[in-house]
Nanobody
Framework: EVQLVESGGGSVQPGGSLRLSCKVSGYTYSSPYCMGWFRQIPGKERERVARIGSDGGLRYADFVKGRFTIYKDISSDSPKNTLYLQMNSLKAEDTAMYYC?????????????????WGPGTQVIVSS
């Protein structure tokens, strides 16, 4: 059974930083895959923040380019099996619930429907 569990959320002042982690278990890394971070504000659709493919290919939403970095320590040999999102220069509008997501087809969809596995989320609050 694939499980994703996020951590690292919290409250921070504007301009501050947080690093989100997503611990992955039960996942098969022998096939192409795609993993990503999404966020959702109450009343709004879930939107992709960043994604990384099994080949290391990266994509960022325009609203986080230059501020957020997605990276992974994931492989069949890695004891960590964790996906990360380093968030710098945080703004009030970054306040949201952040979710880790993964699929096992290798195609990195833009929308949430393209991802099969989800974590429960971690809350990020940016406020002075």
């Amino acid at each position: 059974e694939v499980q994703l569990v996020e951590s690292g959320g919290g409250s921070v002042q504007p301009g501050g930083s947080l690093r989100l982690s997503c611990k992955v278990s039960g996942y098969t890394y022998s096939s192409p895959y795609c993993m990503g971070w999404f966020r959702q504000i109450p009343g709004k659709e879930r939107e992709r923040v960043a994604r990384i493919g099994s080949d290391g290919g990266l994509r960022y939403a325009d609203f986080v380019k230059g501020r957020f970095t997605i990276y992974k320590d994931i492989s069949s040999d890695s004891p960590k099996n964790t996906l990360y999102l380093q968030m710098n220069s945080l703004k009030a509008e970054d306040t949201a619930m952040y979710y880790c997501a993964a699929n096992d087809g290798g195609y990195c969809a833009i929308g949430p429907d393209g991802y099969t596995f989800w974590g429960p989320g971690t809350q990020v609050i940016v406020s002075s």
